[in-house]
Each structure stands twice: as C-alpha cells, then as structure tokens.
C-alpha cells in the first residue's frame, strides 16, 4: 500500500523518518517529500509547516504529485482535559474547525460546502489488529479540534469547550488536513500524541520539556499500526 504520513513541524519529522527505510526526497511544489519503506508499505512523509494553509497546500500537492491510498496525519497535539493526558495518544475518529464560522444559516465547524464533521478512518476500519492494539493504556479516542492558534489559555479552551463538548484534543492542521483528502476523496486517518494540558499553569514548560521528555518510541504506536496494513 501507498502511505502518505504528514507531519507539521521539523522535530515531529526528525521522529518519522528513522522508522523508514531506502529513503530519497523529492521536492514538489517547494515542499520535501521523503519517499521511503516502512515494512511492506511504500511511504510518503512531509513536513507541511504549522497552521491550516501550509497543512491543506502540502495535503493537495501529496495527492496529486503521489497518489496514495491513505493519508495518515500524526504529531503533537494538546489536550482538553476531557480524557487525554500527556503522552496519551488521540486517534480521531472525527474531526472539525473550532475556528470556522460561514455565518447565518451554518453552524460553528462547519466549513462551506463540507460537513461539520470530517470523518476519519477508524482502528477498526483500518486494521484486523485495531483490538489488539488498542488494548494499550494510552490510546484514546474521540473528536479533534483544529484551528489557527497556538493553544494555550484555560479561556481558549473552554470556548473551544462550549462549541463541541467532547473534544479531546486540540492541534492546527488536521481539519485542514481532513478537508482536503475529504474534496479529493483520499481515506484519511489521524493520531496525534498530547504534548500539554492548554490553560494549566506550566502549560507552555510542558510543551517544550515534550520534546525531551517523550522518547522516540512514542511514534511506535504508528509503526505498530502501519506494519499491521495488509
């Protein structure tokens, strides 16, 4: 099977790339793709920049330039305090924009022309292992919530709260993300690990003490996942 796996920043990347093997890069579109194996699998792993744009750019230049049978967003993402704690790995089971808002007659999430709600790829849905796998202790799952901000403030939060209750994690590309393998009709699936609890005191030292705190095998959970594809 042909993979995409889209991460957002250079250090999330930098914990991607040793998993794969036979690697070279090609450029497209002024974004690196690395092309490489990962078990049986052909994959295609980028780096698309913080935020939604750079997300939904580099997400159209991968499927058109590569064609892949499933994109698979994973990274950092922040907790809500609804369930996820830090090193708690969140598996969307949908998805949607806490910053998206088209005026009178739609609903707060719901981007033109789109559902409220992206649906994702569920474990289930993906594969025959997903109830093995997630008898690990730190997977979770529910809704993600993206939007263009840096999350860091308890009123942040519960506005984000207030639209949809059950969101579990927060991050700022996968509803991009979503929506663009949603308009291309790509099967999309999404994990992201919790770095930070947005609103609490020392919410920022978590966040930057993440990345020397969480060894490399935080990611084993999606190589788990990928090597069990058929």
């Known amino acids: 099977m042909k993979i995409a796996v889209i991460v ?5 990347l930098k914990l991607l790339l040793p998993l794969l093997k036979d ?3 090609v450029n497209a579109n002024n974004f690196d793709f690395h092309t490489g194996k990962l078990g049986n699998h052909d994959i295609i792993a980028v780096q698309c920049g913080i935020g939604k744009v ?3 750019i580099s997400t159209l230049t991968l499927i058109e330039n590569f064609h892949p049978s499933l994109v ?9 305090g609804k369930g996820a704690q830090i090193l708690d790995v969140v598996i969307a089971d949908h998805i949607a924009y806490h910053d998206c808002w088209c005026g009178p007659g739609s609903e707060w999430g719901e981007a033109a022309g789109c559902p409220r709600f992206f649906e994702t790829l569920t474990l289930s849905d993906l594969t025959p292992d997903a109830a093995e796998i997630s008898k690990n202790p730190k997977i979770k799952h529910g809704l993600i919530a993206s939007g263009d901000i840096f999350v860091s403030r308890k009123e942040d939060i519960q506005h984000i ?3 949809f209750p059950d ?3 927060v991050d700022m590309e996968s509803a991009a993300i979503a929506h663009t393998c949603y308009l291309k009709n790509v ?6 690990v919790v770095s930070d609890t947005p609103g609490e005191s020392d919410n920022i030292s978590q966040y930057e003490n993440f990345w020397e705190d969480a060894p490399q095998s935080t990611f084993h959970i999606l190589h788990q996942i990928i090597d069990s594809l058929k």
């Open 167 to 169: 969101a579990i994690a």
């Open 54 to 56: 750079n997300a939904a």
């Open 72 to 80: 698979i967003n994973t990274g950092v993402g922040g907790g809500t």
């Open 8 to 12: 957002a920043m250079s250090k999330e």
């Open 23 to 25: 690697t070279s890069i």
């Open 161 to 163: 709260l207030s639209i």
């Open 187 to 192: 099967p999309f699936f999404c994990l992201r």
